[in-house]
């Protein structure tokens, strides 16, 4: 690797690679783990992606429950359906009577909620907190509620792909799994070039970008640059990343 690449900084501090001489040299040694690193990081890939195709599932009963509801009512003969729903995203939630469109966007803020505020903490959505920070507003309309949804089925979406686009290169890469490090380094660059020209994963690609139109619809007066780069709290920033309940 070349002096003053990236890179460094982060196989340093993994131990996978040593300064010599004062620091001018930089020497990678195959650190026998590196294997067992990349098989780690596909797992957890892959482990993204099957609890992404569970999240879609619900997203698109939630979606289709919500159409129904504008075609035909909001009334309690759909209350139970959201029994299957609501255990998805909260395990305590118990069924409720749904009596309205009011409460029954109530329900599904109770449920999403917490999902919403996470969009913008992961690498994979950093570029869709405009949605959680302007969460407030959306949620009490049904159009606002349909655009969460969408929000949250992109980027459930982007981790089933960037799955998809790792199986696929190490299937064609088999060797991958012989070179240790090298190979770790190799599919982290593939899926960074990807992720920069997927118009799915791309950040501010033609997907987030239709987002973006359709809040300012919903809402506009909305300022896109101030809810993309609002700062919740500390006790928000830290929940959101799964470090404290």
Do not use: H, W
Not at 99 to 121: C, D, H, I, T, W
Not at 146 to 166: G, V
Not at 209 to 227: E, F, G, R, V, W
């Amino acid at each position: 690797l070349p002096l003053g690449d990236a890179r460094i900084g982060q196989l340093l501090s993994k131990g996978y690679i040593e300064r010599q001489s004062g620091g001018t040299n930089v020497n990678v040694s195959m650190n026998k783990d590196a294997n067992k690193l990349l098989v780690e990081d596909y797992g957890e890939l892959n482990k993204a992606s099957r609890n992404a195709n569970a999240s879609l599932s619900s997203v698109n009963m939630l979606t289709n429950l919500l159409n129904q509801g504008i075609k035909t009512g909001f009334g309690a003969e759909i209350s139970t359906q959201f029994q299957k729903i609501g255990q998805f995203f909260n395990p305590d939630y118990k069924i409720k009577e749904i009596a309205g469109k009011e409460q029954f966007l109530s329900v599904v803020n109770e449920l999403v909620l917490p999902r919403v505020k996470q969009l913008g903490y992961n690498p994979t959505d950093a570029d869709l907190k405009f949605i959680s920070s302007a969460s407030p507003q959306l949620t009490t309309s049904v159009e606002g509620n349909r655009l969460i949804l969408e929000s949250i089925k992109l980027s459930e979406s982007r981790k089933i792909r960037l799955f998809k686009y790792a199986a696929d290169f190490i299937k064609k890469n088999p060797s991958l799994l012989d070179e240790g490090l090298k190979g770790k380094i190799k599919l982290d660059e593939y899926l960074q070039k990807v992720t920069e020209t997927d118009e799915l994963l791309k950040p501010n690609g033609e997907a987030t970008l239709s987002l973006k139109t359709q809040l300012i619809n919903i809402l506009p007066n909305a300022k896109i640059d101030d809810l993309q780069n609002k700062k919740g709290s500390v006790i928000d920033n830290l929940r959101n990343k799964g470090l404290v309940k």
